[in-house]
C-alpha cells in the first residue's frame, strides 16, 4: 500500500504544486476564506468526495466512505492567511495587497486536498470514513470553536494534523511526544492614575510610567517567581496612552498575550498577574483593571497516534528523515480544541529550503521547498491507511 501511496502522490505533484501556488496567490483572512473555501470544495467534489460547506462559517468538510463503518477518522487543515505585505519577489506571490500565506495554510489545505485525491483512489480500503476538516481562522484561534459547535467532530474517533516548519529541511518530519505547543491566552491592563502638567509630575500620577514599572516588574517576576523549568512567556504587544507631549497621562491600556506549558502555572497566572499588577498601582496612587481572558490549551499529542505518526513516517521515508522533538513550542494552535472531543496528533511538516535562507514562519519572506508538499501527503496518508489497520488496537485512537 504504501508504494501505491508514494505512485499516487508523486503522479499528483505538479496539480499540487499548481494548487498551492493558486491559494498563496490568493490569500484570506481569517473568517474571510470565501474563495478558498469554493475552491477546496471544488477539488474534494471532483474526487467523489461527499462536501458540506459552511461549516464553522467558511469552513469545509469532506466525507470519503462516509457509510462504511461505524469509525471515523478526521484529517484537519487549515486555510486562512496573515496581514502581512509579501516580500518574496515569487511570480505567484500574493496579488491581495497587505495579505500573505506567512504560515504555511495554503501548503496545510495542499497537503489536506492531496491526502483526500490520493485516499479517494484507494478503493475499499479502510473499514470506516475519513472526514477531513477544512478550518478557516486558525490564525485568530477561534475557528476550530466554531467548527466544533458546527458539529464536525461528531463521530469522530481520532484526529490528525499537521504544521510546516522551515528549520526542518524538506523531505523531513518531526514528530513530537507529549505537550507539543502552549497555551495562549489574552492579557488586558489598564492603568489609571491623575493627569497633570509635564513640568509638575509630583502633583500627578504618571499613567505611562506606573505602565513601564508594570511591564517591568512582571518580567522581572517570571524569572524570580515562576519555575523555571515551566516556561512563562508574557509580551505586551499593544500599548495606549496619553494626550500631548506635555500632559501628563492619566489613562493607560496594555494588551497583551500570555503563553505558558504547564496546567498548574496555567491555573495560577491570572491572580498572579492581577496580584503584581495591583500591588504596583497601590504603591504609586493609581488604580488598575487587569482582564485575563482564556484562549486556547496547548496541544498535547496521543501518544499512540504519535507513535502511528513516527512509524508512517519512517516506513516512507526512512529512520534519517524523521526527527524527534525534544522540545515543544511556545506558540499555539487551535488544534487543541479538537482534542477535547477525540485524541489525535499534529506533526511537523519539514519545508526548509537547502540552498537558500529559510525566513521564520510570520516572515514576509517566507517560503517554502515545494517538494515537502508530496512528502505531507504520503505521510499523511499513510499515517491514514496505518490507522485503519490498528484502529482496534488498544492505544491508538482510543481515550482512556
Avoid at 178 to 187: E, F
Avoid at 257 to 283: D, F, G, K, M
Avoid at 294 to 314: F, H, I, M, W
Amino acid at each position: 500500500m504504501l508504494d501505491q501511496i508514494k505512485d499516487l502522490a508523486e503522479k499528483l505533484a505538479p496539480r499540487l504544486i499548481e494548487i498551492r501556488r493558486h491559494l498563496h496567490s490568493h490569500p484570506e483572512l481569517s473568517g474571510q476564506e470565501y474563495q478558498t473555501a469554493t475552491y477546496v470544495a471544488g477539488v474534494l467534489s471532483s474526487c467523489g468526495i461527499q462536501v458540506r460547506e459552511s461549516v464553522g462559517k467558511t469552513g469545509v468538510v469532506g466525507e470519503l466512505n462516509a457509510s462504511v463503518g461505524d469509525r471515523r477518522l478526521a484529517i484537519r487543515t487549515d486555510m486562512d492567511a496573515l496581514p502581512i505585505a509579501e516580500r518574496t519577489g515569487l511570480d505567484f506571490a500574493s496579488r491581495q495587497p497587505g495579505v500573505m500565506h506567512a504560515c504555511g495554510h495554503d501548503v496545510h489545505t495542499t497537503v489536506g486536498l492531496g491526502t483526500a485525491m490520493v485516499l479517494s483512489q484507494l478503493g475499499e480500503a479502510f473499514p470506516g470514513s475519513i472526514r477531513f476538516l477544512f478550518q478557516p481562522a486558525e490564525e485568530i484561534a477561534r475557528g476550530a470553536s466554531w467548527m466544533v459547535a458546527d458539529g464536525a467532530m461528531e463521530g469522530v474517533n481520532a484526529v490528525l494534523s499537521l504544521h510546516v516548519f522551515p528549520t526542518i529541511p524538506a523531505g523531513s518530519v518531526g514528530v513530537r511526544y507529549g505537550t507539543l505547543t502552549a497555551a495562549a491566552d489574552d492579557l488586558r491592563i489598564v492603568i489609571i492614575g491623575e493627569s497633570g502638567h509635564g513640568a509638575r509630575p509630583h502633583e500627578a500620577k504618571d499613567a505611562i510610567w506606573i505602565a513601564a514599572q508594570v511591564i517591568t516588574s512582571l518580567q522581572q517576576a517570571i524569572c524570580r517567581t515562576q519555575n523555571p523549568l515551566r516556561p512563562v512567556v508574557l509580551t505586551i504587544g499593544k500599548m495606549t496612552g496619553g494626550r500631548a507631549p506635555n500632559v501628563i497621562a492619566d489613562r493607560v491600556e496594555m494588551l497583551g498575550t500570555v503563553r505558558s506549558l504547564h496546567p498548574e502555572t496555567h491555573t495560577n497566572l491570572p491572580q498572579w498577574i492581577e496580584r503584581i499588577v495591583t500591588n504596583i498601582c497601590q504603591t504609586y496612587g493609581a488604580s488598575c483593571e487587569v482582564e485575563y481572558k482564556r484562549g486556547v490549551p496547548g496541544v498535547q499529542n496521543d501518544t499512540g497516534l504519535t507513535q502511528l505518526l513516527e512509524a508512517a513516517a519512517k516506513e516512507a521515508w526512512g529512520s534519517d528523515r524523521v526527527t524527534i522533538l525534544l522540545e515543544p513550542s511556545l506558540g499555539a494552535e487551535d488544534f487543541s480544541l479538537y482534542l477535547q472531543h477525540a485524541p489525535g496528533a499534529m506533526f511537523r511538516l519539514g519545508v526548509g529550503h537547502h540552498d537558500k535562507p529559510n525566513y521564520p514562519l510570520h516572515h514576509p519572506q517566507f517560503d517554502v521547498d515545494e517538494s515537502a508538499i508530496v512528502t505531507g501527503v504520503v505521510t499523511m496518508a499513510y499515517a491514514a491507511y496505518k490507522y485503519w489497520q490498528h484502529a482496534g488496537e488498544k492505544g491508538i485512537g482510543h481515550r482512556a
